[in-house]
């Protein structure tokens, strides 16, 4: 049985809505954009949406609207996809790490609150020295592997140290906290559409916020520091080629009509997994918060028991054709990260622990029952071994 690590939920209306824009002149900036961005709108309830050609470039967008620069301090997740700590260091901001909530890898809100009450105790390394101008100015909480952040409790704590939320909603587009969509439940929010996310542009992002100063400024920035009047030649901004082009915005669009379909099929896959892994020994599957009221599952993370060891359960896994990866290798641990700012084994011991312990097994809407049923007699066998 062939069994990809993630694929794609495309059909011929989504291929067709390409091959529509291809048959036109118009290969970016139209009207695929334009009802590209208005679904999230309709869906999240957001004022505005601004597409983009990654989840990281709109994270890098919502920084430089929030005003963040040179050496302010964003708190903010090392169990995460390097890009979530990158968008900051682009515009020479220092990511504040603080550990995670061992039960769903999202950032502990409680740690939130101590890191804004004592900054100084939560500095890098490499920084802790150095004191002067450095302000806190933002909580960056990422909503890991489609459950959103515990929002409310991260909100509390920005209203009362006056920080702005970005929250990256990248693995989590449609999920809901406490019946609220992800990505509305900060000041901005990023989605992401690389083909191993819930829906697929190719490469694509949107950033959805209700700022309306702010998503005038995002949208100059998008298409080279143009403000609106700018001719094409003027740039108001110093800005990027952050456009998203019309090929990718009416596939994105096309997947967005589906987008319900898009995650109950995802939720169904869980479900068989769950179904075929709750009773294996040594595994833990993932565990869902009350206030989750709909997961937008976007890979599907087990843990292994501390007696298995994770790395050689993925060699024996792989050897028996089961794609497997460790998610996630903890950011303050990746070799530019050490290099800037110290970062040591122990820093964040829950992440740690969890990106030592956590693999992603083939997880897509369009896996049938028998793939589920295969992988999950192997995980079986292996642990059993
Ligand atoms: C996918 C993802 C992004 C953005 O990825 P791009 O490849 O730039 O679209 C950002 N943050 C997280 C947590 C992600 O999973």
Same mark, same amino acid.
């Given at each position: 049985m062939n069994i990809p690590m993630s694929s794609p939920d495309l059909t011929d209306a989504d291929r067709q809505a390409v091959i529509n824009v291809i048959n036109t002149?118009?290969? +970016?900036?139209?009207?695929y954009t334009v009802d590209f961005e208005k679904a999230f709108c309709s869906l999240t309830g957001a004022k505005h949406a601004i597409a983009v050609? +990654? =989840? @990281? #470039? =709109?994270?890098h967008l919502c920084v430089r609207a929030a005003g963040i620069g040179a050496g302010d301090l964003v708190i903010t997740t090392p169990f995460s996809f390097v890009a979530s700590s990158n968008a900051l260091l682009f515009e020479g901001a220092i990511p504040i790490f603080v550990d995670i909530d061992p039960k769903t890898g999202n950032i !502990?809100?409680?740690?939130?609150? !101590? #890191?804004?009450?004592? *900054?100084?105790?939560?500095?890098?390394?490499?920084? +802790?020295?150095? @004191? =002067?101008?450095r302000s806190l100015k933002a909580i960056l909480p990422v909503d890991v592997f489609g459950q959103p952040a515990d929002m409310d409790a991260i909100n509390n704590v920005a209203k009362e140290h006056g920080l702005t939320v970005i929250e990256d909603s990248c693995e989590a587009l449609? #999920? @809901?906290?406490?019946?609220k969509h992800a990505g509305t439940l900060g000041e901005f929010g990023v989605f992401a559409f690389y083909p191993n996310k819930q829906i697929t542009t190719g490469e694509g992002g949107v950033i959805i916020t209700s700022d309306d100063k702010a998503a005038h400024f995002m949208r100059a920035l998008r298409n080279q520091g143009r403000a609106p009047g700018d001719t094409w030649l003027q740039h108001t901004h110093l800005g990027y080629?952050?456009? *998203? !082009?019309e090929m990718s915005a009416a596939m994105g669009a096309s997947q967005m009509s589906r987008l319900n379909e898009i995650l109950s099929k995802r939720e169904q896959v869980a479900a068989w997994y769950k179904a075929g892994l709750s009773q294996v020994e040594g595994v833990e599957i993932p565990f869902i918060e009350p206030f989750t009221t709909r997961t937008s599952w976007f890979v599907y993370v *087990?843990?292994?028991d501390k007696k298995i060891n994770r790395d050689e359960m993925a060699k024996k896994l792989e050897a028996r054709g089961i794609p497997v990866r460790p998610y996630f290798l903890p950011i303050h641990l990746q070799p530019y990260m050490v290099e800037m700012f110290g970062g040591c084994e122990d820093d964040f011991p829950v992440t740690e622990d969890l990106g030592k312990r956590g693999l992603a097994i083939p997880f897509s809407g369009v896996m049938t029952k028998e793939q589920v049923d295969y992988v999950c007699q192997i995980i079986g066998e292996e642990v059993s071994k």
């Amino acid at each position: 049985m062939n069994i990809p690590m993630s694929s794609p939920d495309l059909t011929d209306a989504d291929r067709q809505a390409v091959i529509n824009v291809i048959n036109t002149p118009i290969l +970016s900036m139209g009207k695929y954009t334009v009802d590209f961005e208005k679904a999230f709108c309709s869906l999240t309830g957001a004022k505005h949406a601004i597409a983009v050609n +990654s =989840g @990281t #470039a =709109g994270l890098h967008l919502c920084v430089r609207a929030a005003g963040i620069g040179a050496g302010d301090l964003v708190i903010t997740t090392p169990f995460s996809f390097v890009a979530s700590s990158n968008a900051l260091l682009f515009e020479g901001a220092i990511p504040i790490f603080v550990d995670i909530d061992p039960k769903t890898g999202n950032i !502990d809100p409680e740690l939130v609150a !101590d #890191a804004a009450k004592n *900054i100084e105790k939560h500095l890098p390394r490499k920084l +802790s020295k150095v @004191t =002067g101008q450095r302000s806190l100015k933002a909580i960056l909480p990422v909503d890991v592997f489609g459950q959103p952040a515990d929002m409310d409790a991260i909100n509390n704590v920005a209203k009362e140290h006056g920080l702005t939320v970005i929250e990256d909603s990248c693995e989590a587009l449609g #999920a @809901t906290y406490n019946g609220k969509h992800a990505g509305t439940l900060g000041e901005f929010g990023v989605f992401a559409f690389y083909p191993n996310k819930q829906i697929t542009t190719g490469e694509g992002g949107v950033i959805i916020t209700s700022d309306d100063k702010a998503a005038h400024f995002m949208r100059a920035l998008r298409n080279q520091g143009r403000a609106p009047g700018d001719t094409w030649l003027q740039h108001t901004h110093l800005g990027y080629n952050y456009r *998203i !082009d019309e090929m990718s915005a009416a596939m994105g669009a096309s997947q967005m009509s589906r987008l319900n379909e898009i995650l109950s099929k995802r939720e169904q896959v869980a479900a068989w997994y769950k179904a075929g892994l709750s009773q294996v020994e040594g595994v833990e599957i993932p565990f869902i918060e009350p206030f989750t009221t709909r997961t937008s599952w976007f890979v599907y993370v *087990i843990r292994f028991d501390k007696k298995i060891n994770r790395d050689e359960m993925a060699k024996k896994l792989e050897a028996r054709g089961i794609p497997v990866r460790p998610y996630f290798l903890p950011i303050h641990l990746q070799p530019y990260m050490v290099e800037m700012f110290g970062g040591c084994e122990d820093d964040f011991p829950v992440t740690e622990d969890l990106g030592k312990r956590g693999l992603a097994i083939p997880f897509s809407g369009v896996m049938t029952k028998e793939q589920v049923d295969y992988v999950c007699q192997i995980i079986g066998e292996e642990v059993s071994k």
